[in-house]
């Protein structure tokens, strides 16, 4: 009940914002399948759109096919229509794959930035210091409103996937998550993890 | 104050229930909907799919949500929190909260019988045991299968006697089904053999409140939790393992400030979490298998130091006994020092004095203010890790005994609390679904209740006088007796095998052998593997209706659609409730036995309404509330609201969100039950008892003792090296149930069942390799559980469950991780001197395998066998089955087996 009641409303959000009111655009998203994301180490959106050849390399370096080349058929299902400057640029949806960060792979750095040629993206070393000096995707927001923990049920699945559990997401009692802007890169670990649908963690993607 | 308003509460809900109730008996014809949902349905009703809401209790853990089964034309769809039901308060946990996806994935859907079956009569033993594919069995008709089974268990009763026979129980099931499989095996077949995995999970604590109060009852109530001054868990991941009663305890402590304590030999999430809360007063003991040293050491200091809060000697006189010993062998030889010094081989001063004497000194003081206010004091909860302990019935007396000593009982708000790992073990307990016991805490050679059961059941008095008289080594014991050919066939219901220890030379073997009977809803249940004949089942969510008793005493109805479906949303017709199977066999049986089937199963299938075809389970709970008449069980209250307000059985329980036994008494029934049990708690005026039921009316301290031997580890080598010779080849003796004083010498000096090689590990130039090529064991492995799985059959087949921990993983410490060169992540084989399995290791609380909660000490591994199929069942293919490594070794008394204290040593793959 309570879920499609949820859902029509959201569906109702979407429909009325349809039309361009940009302030609500991150709202339809979050309600619709979640926003995209640029790869980590990306510079800035304007810089990145210049730089990016659109060679493809960082989404075959990806271990966990979190990247895919933005068009109008992978972002239907995400809200992502491209721009005419944005298309086949690199993009990653949490909600369907996202970026662990290569934890767990081989080498020094993250692979896809390894992989660009162009400076796109900038080059990161494994380590966690220069993960959060240098990615930034996003940052991740928890919806109170449909949070299992923070309406009784105590799930904390989001933050058992951070991978800087504790600081960029931390759960008080009853495992109700909080994140810390300061330290959360944007990973979209959580938001693939959230077992809440419409998912209650999601990544509010890096706009500039 | 909570406690006040949670009652207040309570009854004006009732009020309004019972006004209601009056106002809607013409509604919808569904017993178990919802007083509310009856409205919102019939207003629905145009709009599409009819849609109810259903009362039951969470499937899962031993805390026993109330859960609202949301159904769509009789398919379950969803799962709620109720927010009426007193335990949870609209809580609810991950594994409950998805409780409804697993139930229509690979149901089994007709009967199945092995092609080639097993038959000890003869000697035969099945070629196809082990293999589960659609080849080795035919399809059956259920009659056609009901009457192979009856004939060859028939036969065998008459060649081998009935003890020959044995069942395997399951605290999933209904109430009504196990009472019914209880008359099946000691009164109709004569056995017995009977177990259940309640064995396995809570008898420690059983025959540890047998032991010290006289009956197998948990004084205590979650409610307690809000009144208590000083909360301590041994043994008791219970963040994990019992999330809702967890967070109400972290809840309290965020308001109040009690402090607490954990005892477990990891830093986990339940640790980590009440530090997180308040650090200053969250304390950890961080041990391995040093409780009783420890309790006992706690006394010691209160004794010494704070003699205020030991109770008067007049009181210990009157209300127990054996406390003059306890108080002299505690002085004598447990002081902090001593404990600690004993304890160093293997708990390498974690432990330390100031730790032991910081928490006496709150224990003091909390036991003091509580009796200063008469609520409040120690609330102690202990976990199945504590009771899965060679010396797990020791370990709960040794609790009792702390409590005793410093009068933490019987008062709101204090007490001993042993949480159940089964929504239903409580109630396999109290209907006696294990050897020698009776229904309603009564042992099977107590005559004069043995009569009363025997009338209640129909059954001859002399033939349960017989059945009395059989031995069975409990269920470990029982499949060494198959293997020693002494056990022929077997029924398993609604249970697993893979929970048992010792898989590959002791539990799969004597499946082998045996002629095994298999209730199972899954088509790829382990069980179907050594199965010769396959009954599927109905599962939770499915009965029409069935009783749970969750931890704190509560029987509350688990109302169901009565029709199972399978992937493909076709009917099942094939599935039937345990209970309906129990009562045919037990017919078909007893018809064969040449019993009374009239006088013994009454009961006929309904021929109406929407459960048509199936027994109702509400007049078997009939019987079994009016044979609970005299016994401290007593619920026979229920049955005189029933006459004199004209209320069902079933709604009673609905209406007042689960009755706490006993509830002897008119009043107390329309109470709710009894919230606290002994020192006249319960407000029954001709309790069949005085203050406890024990003999004397008196508690009964005893001294457990902890000694590992000269030089701190002789005897504990001594032990290990006898039990080692025990399943060291597949289906061989020597047989463990042969040896018991073997047992009793390791429980009496609360040993380990193995004895790792520590001095290779504390050897800093040794490696992995060198542990291989020399043949050692250096690491001690724990089994356990993991928050988001319910053992090994459901939450893996839920998506959302299984996403989140999908793989088999080892928790190795930090400091081993560097020294062996482990990366996290890296795939490793662990061995221990019966079998392997194969697992990702996870290190630390920053590991990128999920969970990720707990940290280990150096030397100490941790696998959750929750995974243990989540692969396949199939042993082709199975890789991460964790209880082929772990030793069968068992206490003496209660039977649990030691999951915790494996000798494994890591190969890499």
């Known amino acids: ?208 | 104050m909570v406690d006040r308003k949670a009652s207040i509460n309570r009854r004006t809900f009732l009020e309004l229930s019972a006004a209601t109730v009056a106002a809607s008996t013409t509604a919808s014809a569904h017993p178990g909907e919802l007083y509310e949902a009856k409205h919102s349905a019939a207003d629905l009703a145009a709009q599409g799919p009819r849609r109810r809401v259903l009362q039951a209790q969470c499937p899962y853990c031993g805390v026993g949500c109330g859960t609202l089964i949301q159904v769509e034309d009789d398919r379950i769809v969803g799962i709620s929190p109720d927010k009426q039901h007193p335990t949870n308060k609209g809580l609810q946990c991950i594994k409950g909260l998805n409780a409804h996806e697993p139930t229509y994935r690979d149901r089994l859907t007709r009967v199945l019988v092995r092609k080639d079956m097993s038959d000890p009569a003869t000697g035969h033993v099945s070629a196809t045991k082990g293999r589960f594919d659609d080849e080795v069995f035919r399809e059956a008709s259920y009659e056609e299968a009901e009457a192979l089974v009856a004939d060859r268990i028939a036969s065998y009763v008459k060649q081998f006697g009935g003890n020959s026979i044995g069942l395997n129980g399951s605290g999933q099931l209904t109430m009504e089904a196990q009472w019914i499989e209880n008359l099946l095996m000691k009164g109709v077949i004569g056995s017995n053999s009977i177990e259940a995995n309640a064995r396995m999970c809570m008898t420690s604590a059983v025959t540890g409140y047998f032991h010290s109060y006289g009956s197998d009852t948990p004084p205590t109530s979650y409610d307690d939790i809000e009144q208590a001054d000083f909360i301590t868990f041994w043994g008791h991941n219970a963040r994990d393992a019992h999330p809702i009663l967890f967070w109400r305890v972290a809840d309290y402590k965020e308001k109040t400030g009690i402090p607490t304590l954990v005892s477990d030999p990891r830093r986990t999430g339940t640790v980590t979490a009440l530090e997180d809360v308040n650090p200053r007063n969250s304390y950890h003991f961080q041990t391995l298998n040093g409780d009783i040293s420890y309790l006992n050491a706690i006394a010691h200091v209160i004794l010494a130091k704070h003699p205020a809060a030991v109770m008067p000697e007049e009181w210990l006189d009157r209300h127990t006994e054996g406390w003059r010993e306890y108080v002299a062998g505690v002085k004598e030889r447990y002081s902090p020092a001593q404990v600690i010094e004993r304890l160093r081989y293997v708990d390498e001063g974690r432990v330390t004095v100031e730790q032991i004497e910081k928490i006496a000194a709150l224990w003091a003081e909390a036991s003091l203010k509580g009796r200063r206010q008469g609520r409040g004091g120690v609330l102690t909860f202990w976990g199945i890790g504590y009771n899965q302990m060679l010396h797990g019935q020791h370990n709960t007396i040794s609790i009792i005994n702390l409590h005793l000593l410093t009068g933490n009982l019987g008062r709101p708000g204090c007490g001993t609390h042993s949480q159940t790992g089964q929504p239903n073990a409580m109630s396999e307990r109290l209907m006696g679904g294990l050897t020698g016991r009776l229904p309603f805490n009564k042992p099977l050679d107590d005559p004069k209740w043995r009569d009363w059961i025997a009338d209640c059941w129909g059954v001859e008095r002399d033939r349960l006088a017989q059945t009395a008289g059989l031995k069975n080594p409990m269920v470990i014991g029982m499949l060494e007796r198959a293997l020693n050919d002494d056990l022929k066939a077997m029924f398993w219901m609604y249970t697993t095998h893979i929970h048992l220890p010792d898989l590959n030379t002791l539990v799969r073997p004597a499946m082998t052998k045996l002629f095994c009977v298999v209730q199972d809803i899954y088509r790829h249940a382990p069980n179907l593997l050594y199965a010769d004949v396959v009954f599927p089942a109905q599962t939770w969510g499915e009965w029409p209706g069935g009783v749970y008793i969750q931890s704190e005493r509560r029987l509350y109805v688990n109302d169901g659609v009565g029709r199972s479906f399978d992937e493909r949303g076709q009917v099942i017709t094939e599935a039937r409730p345990d209970m309906d199977m129990a009562i045919d066999k037990g017919k078909a049986l007893a018809a064969r036995l040449g019993l009374d089937v009239e006088k013994i199963l009454p009961w006929k299938r309904r021929t109406d309404g929407p459960f048509a075809g199936s027994y109702d389970p509400e007049e078997v709970f009939a019987a079994i509330v009016r044979a609970s008449k005299g016994s401290d069980a007593d619920v026979t209250g229920l049955l005189e609201v029933r006459e004199r307000d004209g209320v069902g059985l079933y709604d009673q329980l609905r209406r007042l969100r689960g009755i706490q036994w006993p509830a002897p008494t008119y009043e107390i029934a329309k109470a709710g039950g009894t919230p606290r049990r002994y020192m006249g708690q319960e407000g029954w005026d001709e309790a069949p008892y005085a203050l406890f039921p024990r003999q004397g009316g008196k508690a009964k301290f005893k001294l457990c003792e902890q000694d590992y031997g000269a030089d701190g580890s002789a005897l504990l080598r001594e032990v290990a090296g006898e039990l080692a010779k025990y399943g060291a080849r597949p289906g061989e003796g020597p047989f463990l149930y042969q040896n018991v004083a073997l047992l009793e010498k390791a429980r009496d000096n609360a040993l380990t069942p193995e004895l790792p090689d520590l001095e290779f590990h504390r050897d800093a130039t040794k490696t992995l390799e060198d542990a291989k090529a020399e043949d050692k064991y250096p690491f001690w492995l724990g089994l356990g559980i993991v928050y988001e799985h319910f053992h090994t059959a459901k939450t893996i087949r839920g998506p959302s469950t299984l996403r989140l921990v999908p793989e088999q993983y080892v928790e190795v410490s930090p400091a081993d991780g560097t020294r062996y060169g482990l990366a996290d992540g890296e795939k490793v084989r662990i061995v221990t001197r019966r079998g392997s399995y194969e697992a990702r290791v996870s290190i630390g609380t920053t590991s990128m395998v999920k969970p990720a909660r707990s940290t280990t000490f150096p030397g100490y591994l941790f696998s959750p066998w929750n995974l243990s199929v989540a692969d396949s069942a199939d042993p082709a293919r199975n890789r991460w089955l964790v209880n082929a490594v772990s030793h069968r070794a068992w206490d003496p008394v209660s039977g649990q087996a030691d999951y915790k204290k494996c000798a494994a040593r890591i190969e890499r793959v």
Request: aromatic fraction near 6%; glycine fraction near 10%; include cysteine.
């Open chain 1, 1 to 208: 009940m309570n879920r499609r009641a949820f859902l029509r409303n959201a569906v109702a959000l979407g429909v009325a914002c349809g039309g361009g009111v940009a302030l609500f655009r991150g709202e339809a998203e979050a309600a619709r399948g979640g926003a995209g994301l640029r790869p980590p180490g990306a510079r800035s959106e304007a810089e990145f759109l210049s730089r990016c050849i659109r060679c493809f390399r960082c989404a075959d370096a990806c271990p966990n096919g979190a990247i895919v080349a933005l068009n109008p058929q992978t972002g239907r299902d995400f809200s992502r229509t491209p721009g005419p400057a944005e298309a086949g640029t690199p993009v990653i949806f949490p909600r369907r794959q996202a970026c662990m960060l290569c934890q767990g792979v081989p080498g020094d750095e993250l692979l896809c930035t390894a992989a660009c040629p162009s400076g796109a993206l900038q080059l990161v070393r494994k380590d966690p210091a220069d993960i959060q000096a240098k990615v930034r995707m996003g940052t991740a927001r928890i919806d109170h409103n449909i949070c299992y923990s923070w309406n009784c049920a105590s799930c904390g699945v989001c933050a058992r996937a951070c991978p800087f559990e504790g600081r960029a997401l931390k759960v008080g009692i009853f495992e109700r998550p909080v994140v810390d802007p300061a330290y959360c890169v944007g990973c979209g670990l959580c938001e693939r993890a959230c077992i809440r649908y419409p998912q209650a963690a999601s990544v509010e993607p890096r706009r500039a």
